[in-house]
């Protein structure tokens, strides 16, 4: 299954992210390596959210991934939403679904 951690950016987020961003993505890699993260990443213009995308059997990955995560915990994160996403075109899709 496919799950969004979708995280509302504090507005200063892009100014003060260097203190913290070697451990954020170290945490982001580890999740990456063992098969869990699959792409992560903020939005551009404006920086305001960040997706990171996991390929994982329950929300409590993503949501124990967030509890540890720096931005969330020195609150360059204003809130954050674990969304499950319900693949179902791609290589990669949780639930392939293709047109009779």
């Known amino acids: 299954?496919?799950?969004l951690l979708i995280y509302d950016?504090?507005?200063d987020y892009l100014e003060r992210r260097a203190e913290f961003r070697n451990e954020h993505l170290r945490l982001a890699?580890?999740?990456q390596e063992r098969g869990e993260m699959v792409l992560a990443g903020a939005l551009d213009e404006?920086?305001?959210?960040a997706m990171l995308l996991f390929d994982v059997d329950s929300p409590q990955v993503p949501q124990l991934f967030a509890a540890r995560d720096p931005y969330v915990t020195h609150g360059l994160v204003r809130a954050f939403?674990?969304?499950r996403w319900n693949?179902?075109?791609g290589d990669l899709a949780g639930n392939p679904v293709r047109p009779e």
């Not at 404006?46 to 959210?49: K, N």
Request: avoid cysteine; hydrophobic fraction near 45%; charged fraction near 20%.
């Open 1 to 3: 299954m496919h799950y």
């Open 9 to 11: 950016l504090a507005p």
């Open 29 to 31: 890699w580890e999740a």
């Open 81 to 83: 939403h674990v969304r």
């Open 87 to 89: 693949t179902v075109v």
């Open 46 to 49: 404006p920086a305001d959210r």
